[in-house]
Structures are given as structure tokens and as C-alpha cells.
């Protein structure tokens, strides 16, 4: 197994909403954590026993419009859960590029487990670019999209992230 810090500076994460008025999008950097695998040279081993963390605060995320980043903010109750975090509980090779991945994600308090598939590349120097997107509805962390007048907030929404890794 070989362990692995994300980059922050290197590593981001973009939330796609919507509304009955416009799109709603945010980005993040700074993401933290962590990931420990077991690699060859041409891709993650056949049997990966893979383990990790991804840590994203709250106020790292974005939209443009401090307004709108001020209402998610609260919403969140970004004060008693400054972080979202996930963390990696199972995985599965598909390919020597692609692999299954089972986890726990935590945010505003609740942790709901979540799967989806990640692309993972090699880099010249040893790094490792992990890239995958998964929709999710946000009601099933209890929060209640906001409805003000004729604007409807929809309650999925499109997480894409892009994972720069370097060995320990």
C-alpha cells in the first residue's frame, strides 16, 4: 500500500445546481486528505485495497455571488459543520484506469453512504489524478432546498471533483 496527501493546491471540486431562474454553481480548492492503495506501474492493482479521506471546507466553496454564498453558508449551518468529508469504505477494479468506489459522506451533520466510479491516471513523477462525478439530492442530508416567490431552488445536484495525490 502506498499512501498518498492530496495536493490542495492542485485539487478542486465543482457543485452544478439549478432553479427555476438560473444555474447554480459553486467550485472549492483546498481540498485535504488522504489515500492509501495498493498501485502497479500501468494502473491500481487487480484487487485494490484502497482507504481515504477527502475533506472539503465549507468556506472554500464559491459561487461568485457573496449573497448567494452567504445563504449557503447559513443553510449549511456552516458554523457547526465547517467540513464536508468523505470517506472511501470499499472499492472495486473495473478497469486498470477505473474503479467502483463505496463510501460515507458527511455533511451538515448527517453521513449517508454513496458509491460512484473514479478515473485514476499516473502522473510522470509518480502522482496520482483522480477524477469522478456523481448527482446527489441534498434532502438526504435534510436540507430543504429554499423557495422564495418564483424561485425554486431543485434539490440535485451534479458533484465533479478532480484529485491531484502525491505520494508520502
Known amino acids: 500500500m502506498t499512501r498518498f496527501q492530496l495536493d490542495p493546491e492542485d485539487s478542486r471540486v465543482w457543485i452544478d445546481g439549478s432553479s427555476s431562474v438560473h444555474p447554480i ?62 470517506t472511501v469504505t470499499a472499492a472495486a477494479r473495473i478497469d486498470p484506469a477505473r474503479l467502483a468506489v463505496t463510501g460515507d459522506l458527511a455533511f451538515r451533520g448527517e453521513v449517508r453512504s ?19 462525478e456523481a448527482r446527489f439530492d441534498v434532502r438526504d442530508w435534510g436540507l430543504q432546498p429554499p423557495k ?15 484529485l491531484v495525490a502525491r505520494p508520502d
Not at 472554500?60 to 445563504?71: A, C, F, H, M, T
Not at 485514476?120 to 502522482?127: E, L, N, P, R, T
Not at 422564495?148 to 471533483?161: E, F, G, K, Y
Request: proline residues 4%.
Open 114 to 132: 454513496v458509491s460512484g466510479e473514479v478515473t485514476v491516471a499516473f502522473g510522470d513523477d509518480g502522482h496520482l489524478v483522480i477524477e469522478g
Open 25 to 86: 454553481r459553486a467550485t472549492a480548492d483546498g481540498v485535504a486528505g488522504w489515500l492509501e492503495v495498493a498501485t502497479i506501474r500501468t494502473g491500481v492493482a487487480a484487487a485494490p485495497k484502497l482507504a481515504g479521506e477527502v475533506r472539503i471546507a465549507v468556506d472554500r466553496l464559491s459561487s461568485g455571488n457573496p449573497l448567494v454564498d452567504r445563504e449557503t453558508r447559513r443553510r449549511v449551518d456552516a458554523r457547526r459543520f465547517p467540513e464536508i468529508v468523505g
Open 148 to 162: 422564495v416567490a418564483m424561485l425554486r431552488v431543485h434539490p440535485h445536484i451534479d458533484v465533479r471533483i478532480h
